[in-house]
């Protein structure tokens, strides 16, 4: 891929192609990777060298990149109806099954209620976008208008539409747009490692975490606060995993001023915490929850937003009285989307997919815990099979590097080189997030390949340490 000369397909996609999260100058530079073909848990470039894809994409294509039983779903359903949609009263016998599959394997609701229906985007985006809308929509018809300031977390990721941007509470998707919108407001992120103060534990930095998030509420006035977005597990943030008892605080705070709940369940749904659902690991009850990638294994964009009856019940009557609900996508429940999404989701029922993420995951958090022994090594955590490494320049105070050398991605080119795919986070951290139907044997010869990098990076990180210290 690295030829740029001429009429190659790498000059090509240079001239002409404006990538996602990419730096136009470093693209213009070193050319594309270009992917051309996937087998199981790797992916092959177009020079036929062959990767483990260890972030699944982008957290995502959880049955792995050959799956043949979700290419035979779609060819079969573009041949009986390619295109239909869901408005005013139509849909589509795929998006009848799968919304039914979605509520009977969804969490329980708040308040003992249950997540009673579903409704159909394309993307996390847009799920997150029409969860905003619909929770402002349902504070309307409560006789609350104002009740419409929307709550996420530091490090949290949600997305890039304008709304779900302005909750992703990163600097690299916000800066230059003019973002976050005013209706959004940050809080605590629950990252013991880094936010935790001297000597305190976990228990008290997630009472803290649940005070500060009150005193947020109490100072923007809680009748005009609507709902909190939250992932169970941040993913793009660099794999937070919050502390025991987090989620009960933070459900009680938000009990008391009566504003909702709605995970983010983008990453953590289907399977990636070893539960059906990020909010049943962390043992939280949310009020709506939204859903995309491993909805399909990401083999089409689809995505969805699930709502307790309780919501769902306001919002119709809502609707009834304006005589409409005014919100859809053309591709909402788009029928060969939702096909291929079925299928994945009987597949990971008749794998029992769930099983074998569990069964993995004792292999998987001890090889990610190995990294601990290298000394530019601060921190690692994993809970089912999403996992990460933060680097720090002294692990004993917690520093980070300087941010200049940019280690995380230094190091992920080197492993790269190793025949492994990882993604560097912000702050300096790398994430591990395969498939899950990664095999054992796969899983260690993949970590045996990152600790070979990590291991001939120590040099040059211990020498970037000297200018930390
Ligand atoms: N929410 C979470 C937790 C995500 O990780 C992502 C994407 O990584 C999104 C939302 C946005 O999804 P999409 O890129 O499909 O719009």
Redo the contacts with the bound molecule.
């Keep these: 891929s690295n030829d740029l000369r001429g009429n190659s397909p790498a000059s090509r996609d240079i001239a002409n192609h404006m990538h996602p999260y990419t730096n136009p100058a470093v693209l213009a530079d070193s050319g594309p990777h270009i992917m051309a073909k996937g087998s199981g848990v790797f992916v092959h470039d177009d020079a036929g060298n062959q990767f483990y894809e260890g972030m699944s994409g982008?957290?995502c294509a959880s049955l792995g990149f050959s799956e043949p039983e979700l290419v035979d779903a779609a060819i079969a359903q573009f041949h009986k109806l390619p295109f239909y949609h869901s408005f005013a009263g139509k849909t589509v016998g795929p998006a009848i099954d799968l919304a039914e599959m979605l509520i009977a394997h969804a969490p329980p609701a708040r308040h003992d209620s249950k997540m009673g229906k579903v409704f159909f985007a394309s993307?996390?985006?847009?799920?997150?976008d029409t969860a905003i809308k619909m929770v402002w929509y349902y504070q309307a018809a409560r006789g609350m208008p104002q009740k419409q300031k929307i709550i996420s977390r530091k490090k949290?990721?949600?997305?890039?539409?304008m709304a779900?941007a302005s909750m992703t509470a990163l600097a690299y998707a916000q800066d230059g747009f003019g973002l976050p919108l005013d209706f959004v407001k940050h809080t605590t992120s629950p990252d013991y490692y880094n936010n935790a103060l001297d000597g305190e534990s976990e228990e008290d930095f997630a009472s803290r975490c649940a005070a500060e998030l009150e005193e947020m509420i109490l100072a923007e006035g809680p009748d005009t606060v609507a709902a909190l977005f939250a992932?169970p597990v941040?993913?793009?943030g660099g794999v937070i995993i919050p502390p025991t008892g987090y989620f009960a605080k933070i459900r009680t705070i938000l009990d008391k001023y009566d504003v909702l709940l709605v995970a983010?369940?983008?990453?953590?749904g289907f399977g990636r915490t070893g539960n059906m659902w990020g909010s049943q690991s962390m043992d939280v009850q949310p009020d709506m929850l939204?859903c995309?990638?491993a909805l399909s294994s990401a083999y089409l964009?689809i995505?969805a937003v699930l709502m307790s009856d309780k919501v769902y019940e306001t919002l119709a009557e809502q609707a009834e009285k304006l005589g409409i609900f005014g919100h859809g996508y053309t591709y909402s429940a788009h029928p060969v989307c939702a096909a291929v999404a079925l299928r994945a989701q009987q597949l990971m029922q008749e794998r029992d997919i769930i099983g074998h993420v569990r069964q993995l995951a004792p292999a998987f958090s001890d090889r990610v815990a190995r990294f601990d022994r290298f000394d530019f090594i601060g921190n690692t955590r994993s809970i089912g099979m999403i996992g990460a490494m933060e680097f720090s320049a002294d692990p004993a105070t917690r520093q980070k590097f300087d941010p200049q050398h940019k280690i995380a991605a230094q190091l992920v080119a080197k492993i790269q080189e190793k025949g492994v795919i990882l993604r560097a986070l912000p702050g300096d951290i790398i994430g591990f997030c395969p498939p899950l139907i990664m095999t054992e044997g796969e899983l260690h010869d993949m970590f045996d390949r990152i600790e070979a990098a990590v291991g001939e990076f120590a040099n040059t990180a211990n020498s970037l340490r000297k200018f930390n210290i």
Excluded at 123 to 128: K, P, Q, T
Excluded at 156 to 161: D, I, P, R
Excluded at 264 to 268: H, K, R, T
């Design positions: 982008l957290w993307s996390g985006s847009e799920a997150n949290g990721y949600h997305g890039v539409t779900a992932e941040m993913g793009a983010d369940e983008v990453i953590c939204t995309a990638k964009p995505s």
